[in-house]
């Protein structure tokens, strides 16, 4: 199984898009090309669940972020059950995954709870973000 070429779609809950840093939202605004007004360049289809999301994105390609976000720097997921699978996954199907610093998968965890912030799919739209 292999991430389809020229994905465009992203999975975000907007309720947090102010809560972001800035790399984030410029990417978010990128995707949705708000600086100039015009139609969206992707299209933001989230269902709040990341094994629903990532499902989805594994089959049609595209990009899951779960961002660090203040007053939450660690975010939500849990680094040893949720993230590291579905980066495994991710790069097997020839897709990347990221916490915003290095890759999910040289993240050594400190504890069995341990959150990360998370951004997994297409190599692609994961390197455009890091851009």
Request: aromatic fraction near 10%.
């Amino acid at each position: 199984m292999k991430f389809p070429k020229n994905a465009k779609t992203y999975s975000l809950d907007y309720r947090y898009y102010h809560l972001v840093n800035d790399a984030v939202r410029k990417f978010l605004d990128h995707c949705n090309k708000i600086e100039d007004h015009s139609p969206g360049l992707y299209s933001n289809k989230t269902t709040g669940c990341m094994v629903a999301d990532m499902h989805r994105i594994l089959l049609n390609g595209g990009i899951f972020l779960y961002p660090a976000m203040t007053g939450m720097p660690h975010s939500k997921l849990r680094l040893m059950y949720e993230c590291n699978p579905f980066a495994f996954l991710a790069e097997l199907c020839g897709g990347m995954a990221i916490n915003g610093k290095m890759r999910i998968l040289d993240l050594i965890p400190q504890n069995i709870h341990e959150r990360c912030p998370v951004f997994i799919g297409n190599k692609e739209l994961v390197l455009e973000l890091i851009r």
